[in-house]
């Protein structure tokens, strides 16, 4: 191959391809050794160049080398004779096929490719929804479409998510949450050591008393993907064609945008990752893949310094926390406090373990002035909603770690029958309580979250922790019959029913007061007593209502009320009467087995007192 070499461009680590050529930075210093590797994929003929030192500025080696098509070559660092795989490399060979046995050969190594440039993004503009809209919906790239009811031809991949993309703006979803889509090791794939010569050794035939056996290594797939990764490149196997990974998902993140969807990446950064690489990693997603938003994952991240950024300003970030003054510094309000504090008092009311009503409704109101939170009450950690009503312990022997894995704390309860049941009774409590636990999650003042399968009650088989699992367990079965298409309506409808309500997920925190005197408080609580209600923890019943007048949408200006019974026997509510000739009508009733949510709402008799069954929540809207 004959080449030029000239000096490059400090300014963007990793590399940068061209016609003819690529540019080439990385770190080494004018003391080191430094050479690329360039081998060609067809001929396998490996090219050694030497970098000089002068073209080297700090601790970084930069140069332009033309005269090779990056298509048809991969590379390497040599520093020191040392082999470095580039941390910043765009692309990563040799993991294209999911779980390739042959990875685990003698002589397999990882190498750095080139990302082509070629997508044409046609004018694609960034949806910026506003956090008041915002359904968060997250899922596995590859579980999601592999299992029945996918197209069989793009099954775990990119194209596979894209084919669903109207199913998932029909039900209501804003935003998707992708575990983890940028190259990371699915195996484990053992070191290679030299044995030294007494272990090589073995006694002659006739001295041997039982044959040698070498312990066969078993694999366990890191399914999820948590762990280090190399950063910078798209899993090239969840892409139909993995030559084209990059624009796969370059065309899926396209058409989301072209539904006025968003696409949020969750990243996991070990502790003690360079700051400096962490900031890199993320401006490159946005501005290399439109990315909106990430789910910062990981210790000791740079946070401060990620919110501040000029670059991330208006991208959607999600973590567990952050310093109260980047709050106010905020303007663009794209900060989102991401824990689990919600699911433990939903969970517990919905099964009566230790409830406390006072912690549910500081959930269910919970909203920062400028900032806001994310609600769960289902994730990859734990049960399925499903299984949240079907199980009271995990089941995780499929994970090979003798149950011991996952969360022991999980608030669940069976209703009577570990596991699939037929009896009548059983199902129908199972299912009020996944109506109960919509209607909490959906009416919450901050962002909710939806995990990948729910709304049509996939099942995880009471495995909790199924990060190893890639298979049925894992997947999401895309069952069609008549129950699971009522299961997505009534979930689609409730989404609905919080977009034509906006004062549910009003931006600014409720006050319990009527500040702005349009006849009710924004939000107020009811008991046996209308506007009284006692939230000691044994009260187990309440009624919620949102003055609509408060409506940021001066068209939809409804009251809503909640009518929430806990207790195992049927409860009395009080029902605050309406002025200005509005009534109330029933919109929702969860202990109706018939109908799940009414069209048309039901008018409700002028009665002060509202009659709850036990278990059961009742919406109601004034009108």
Not at 539 to 559: F, Q
Request: hydrophobic share 35%; charged share 25%.
């Amino acid at each position: 191959m004959n080449y030029k070499m000239y000096e490059g461009d400090y300014a963007i680590r990793g590399t940068v391809s061209l016609k003819n050529g690529a540019v080439f930075t990385f770190l080494g210093e004018k003391e080191d050794e430094c050479k690329i590797c360039l081998s060609s994929k067809k001929t396998k003929e490996k090219i050694m160049i030497d970098v000089p030192a002068e073209y080297c500025r700090g601790s970084l080696r930069s140069v332009k080398i033309v005269g090779f098509r990056p298509a048809d070559y991969e590379y390497d660092y040599y520093i020191n004779g040392k082999r470095i795989l580039d941390e910043y490399a765009r692309v990563i060979t040799g993991r294209e096929k999911w779980m390739d046995f042959g990875r685990k050969e003698k002589d397999f190594v990882l190498s750095g490719g080139f990302l082509e440039e070629n997508f044409n993004w046609k004018n694609d503009h960034f949806p910026e929804r506003k956090r008041e809209e915002l359904v968060l919906y997250k899922l596995h790239m590859r579980g999601f479409t592999m299992d029945r009811g996918c197209s069989r031809k793009y099954a775990g991949t990119f194209r596979g998510l894209q084919e669903k993309i109207p199913y998932l703006s029909a039900l209501g979803v804003t935003t998707l949450e992708c575990m983890p889509i940028y190259e990371f090791e699915e195996m484990t794939i053992p070191q290679k050591h030299e044995l030294p010569d007494y272990v090589k050794w073995k006694p002659a035939k006739e001295d041997r008393i039982a044959p040698i056996e070498e312990p066969e290594i078993s694999t366990k797939v890191n399914f999820w993907g948590y762990g280090p990764g190399n950063y910078f490149a798209v899993k090239s196997s969840y892409a139909y064609n993995p030559q084209k990974a990059a624009n796969e998902l370059k065309a899926l993140i396209h058409e989301l945008h072209n539904h006025d969807m968003e696409l949020v990446m969750e990243i996991y950064f070990p502790e003690y990752t360079n700051h400096n690489l962490i900031l890199d990693v993320l401006r490159f997603w946005v501005l290399e893949y439109h990315v909106d938003g990430f789910h910062l994952l990981g210790d000791n991240l740079p946070i401060v310094s990620i919110a501040s950024d000029a670059v991330l300003s208006r991208t959607k970030l999600f973590y567990l926390g952050f310093d109260a003054y980047l709050f106010d510094q905020s303007r663009h309000e794209n900060l989102f406090v991401y824990r689990d504090e919600y699911q433990y008092p939903a969970k517990k009311v919905l099964n009566h373990l230790n409830a406390d009503m006072t912690e549910f409704m500081d959930q269910q109101r919970k909203q920062g002035v400028n900032y806001s939170y994310v609600n769960y009450i289902t994730g990859n950690n734990g049960f399925t909603l499903n299984d949240l009503f079907t199980y009271n312990d995990r089941h995780n022997e499929a994970n090979g770690e003798g149950n011991a894995d996952g969360n022991p704390w999980n608030f669940s309860s069976n209703q009577g029958v570990e596991g699939p049941s037929r009896k009548k009774g059983i199902l129908n409590a199972r299912k009020r309580q996944w109506k109960n636990a919509w209607i909490m999650l959906l009416t919450a003042q901050s962002v909710p979250l939806i995990w990948s399968g729910d709304e049509f009650k996939n099942s995880q088989e009471g495995n909790n922790n199924a990060y190893c699992q890639d298979n049925e367990i894992g997947w999401i079965n895309w069952k069609k019959n008549a129950q699971s298409r009522r299961d997505i309506g009534f979930v689609s409808s409730l989404l609905q029913f919080r977009k034509n309500h906006p004062v549910i997920a009003s931006r600014k925190p409720f006050t319990f007061s009527d500040y702005k005197t349009l006849g009710a408080p924004d939000l107020s609580l009811h008991g046996v007593n209308a506007w009284m209600t006692d939230l000691n923890p044994g009260n187990m019943a309440i009624g919620v209502m949102y003055c609509g007048a408060y409506s940021a949408d001066e068209t939809r200006t409804e009251d809503v009320y909640i009518a929430y019974n806990f207790f195992s026997g049927t409860s009395q509510l009080a029902l605050p009467k309406l002025s200005g000739g509005r009534k109330w009508y029933l919109q929702v009733d969860t202990a109706d087995m018939d109908c799940d949510y009414y069209e048309e709402p039901i008018p409700v008799k002028n009665l002060q007192k509202l009659e709850l069954s036990p278990m059961s929540v009742k919406i109601l809207i004034g009108k």
